[in-house]
């Protein structure tokens, strides 16, 4: 994978992650009131973002 894919592989895994967790953590701590779809969704977007980056960047394959 050339260094500009990777690049933009890693800043929307990245926006993914901190805007999933961190509109999880502001439903549950802050929000007057909440649905179930947005903290299921939130938290879907949140480990899709987690996920990617530990894929591509923790656990990298030298072949992958």
Do not use: E, Q
Request: aromatic share 18%; charged share 10%.
């Amino acid at each position: 994978m050339s260094k500009t894919r990777r690049t933009i592989n890693f800043v929307i895994a990245l926006a993914m992650m901190i805007s999933g967790w961190g509109f999880l953590a502001y439903l549950l701590f802050f929000a007057a009131g909440w649905r179930g779809f947005m903290v299921l969704g939130a938290g879907l977007v949140g480990s899709l973002g987690t996920a990617w980056i530990y894929d591509d960047y923790i656990s990298a394959r030298p072949n992958g």
